[in-house]
């Protein structure tokens, strides 16, 4: 897959979020599914395509298909998101999760990995850098979600001052899944995917452009400014290194 490819769906990711906020309604929760199903095709091609079909599979099972496993598990018996239940906006369920939620996962694993490979030499640290990250978005994509409706907690407390409806044992939950997502991702998926490459420069943008824009649409477009605040310095401890990195290498 040429690299004009990944810019071009990377493109489509960006336009879909910017009409976002200037929805309503039913739309947002399409725009919202179709949010994610080209960061899903944008992350497992661009694995394949640069780090080979073992990386890509690798990315799928850890994150799709082990994200589905956690959710379902999670909407069963409350464990380890806290106990609640997904709304019928986000398109069709299997066990009671909408089948759009495990392919979110697995969009924003792959950046996160990239992201993490980019800041340490030693394996335990990018797991943990990898696992930071991924949870750390969830601070802006929960409030976000729940403030829609698409889904809610029965009992959304204790939780971050500001931010309420998103129980802190949630983020806790993100945090643990994310830690055995990225230590499995990082066993199977082969040397490949230790390895940082030019053409990892879409993933990157997509990492820089989900915390930047998140950011400004918490604080701006959705009047969600707690966790526009929790989640610019939470998920910022791992993206804003990164940029001063890259900034530095220019």
Request: proline content about 6%; charged content about 10%.
């Amino acid at each position: 897959m040429r690299r004009y490819a990944f810019w071009a769906l990377l493109a489509a990711l960006v336009l879909t979020q910017i009409c976002y906020p200037l929805a309503g309604g039913g739309t947002r929760a399409k725009l919202t599914v179709l949010t994610v199903l080209i960061g899903y095709i944008l992350s497992v091609t661009h694995a394949a395509a640069t780090r080979g079909p073992r990386a890509a599979l690798a990315l799928v099972g850890t994150a799709t298909l082990g994200g589905f496993a956690v959710e379902a598990i999670g909407v069963a018996t409350g464990f380890p998101f806290g106990t609640y239940d997904y709304s019928g906006e986000l398109g069709p369920k299997l066990l009671d999760v909408p089948l759009i939620i495990p392919l979110a996962w697995t969009w924003m694993a792959w950046p996160a990995w990239l992201a993490a490979i980019r800041l340490s030499r030693s394996r335990q640290a990018r797991i943990a850098i990898a696992a930071v990250g991924l949870a750390a978005w969830d601070v802006f994509l929960d409030p976000q979600m729940v403030a829609e409706g698409y889904w809610r907690w029965q009992d959304p407390t204790p939780a971050l001052p500001g931010v309420e409806g998103v129980p802190l044992g949630n983020y806790l939950g993100w945090l643990g899944f994310a830690l055995l997502l990225m230590s499995t991702l990082s066993a199977i998926g082969g040397r490949k995917i230790e390895t940082p490459g030019h053409a990892d420069a879409p993933i990157i943008a997509l990492w820089f452009w989900t915390y930047a824009s998140s950011v400004l649409a918490h604080a701006v477009f959705l009047s969600l400014p707690a966790s526009a605040v929790w989640g610019a310095f939470l998920m910022g401890i791992v993206v804003l290194p990164l940029a001063v990195q890259q900034a530095k290498r220019r």
